[in-house]
């Protein structure tokens, strides 16, 4: 990830910067475009009010639950 909104549902579960994403709800997005992702987060979002996200974090793989909310809640 290379930004975050500060106090945003990423941040606060625990998503940092330079965390490489690695799958979305068990979907693996190992060599899929940012655009792939995104559309599909979106769509996960549409129907959903969370998102399970693994990320690779150093040697790590992180499993973080990003809740879904307003953004300037």
Known sequence: MSTLFKGGSAEKAGLELNDIKVS???RAF????YCDFYDYSRELLDEYNDIIL????GE???????EKRDLFE
């Not at 790590?60 to 990003?66: C, G």
């Open 24 to 26: 979305s709800n068990d």
């Open 30 to 33: 190992n060599k899929e475009s």
């Open 60 to 66: 790590s793989v992180v499993k973080l639950r990003i």
């Open 54 to 57: 693994k990320v690779k974090r």
